[in-house]
């Protein structure tokens, strides 16, 4: 069994755009280079973060 790694398309590849997410089996990924990157989701994790950090040092500052 594979896993699923999400890539998104650089390139126009048959019907699909640039743009588009489409996921691609992990043992599959090289064939799509050049055609897409790959797509980490740790970074909407880090977004969410900022905003509470954010917060807290403008409490900080406020005292």
Do not use: C, Y
Not at 2 to 27: C, N, Y
Not at 33 to 38: I, R
Request: charged share 30%.
């Amino acid at each position: 069994m594979s896993d699923l790694v999400k890539m998104k398309l650089t390139f126009p590849r048959g019907k699909q755009q640039p743009g588009e997410i489409v996921d691609v089996p992990a043992d599959e990924v090289h064939r799509w280079k050049g055609f897409a990157e790959q797509v980490k989701d740790t970074p909407k994790a880090a977004t969410d973060k900022n905003p509470t950090t954010g917060s807290v040092q403008q409490k900080a500052a406020g005292k």
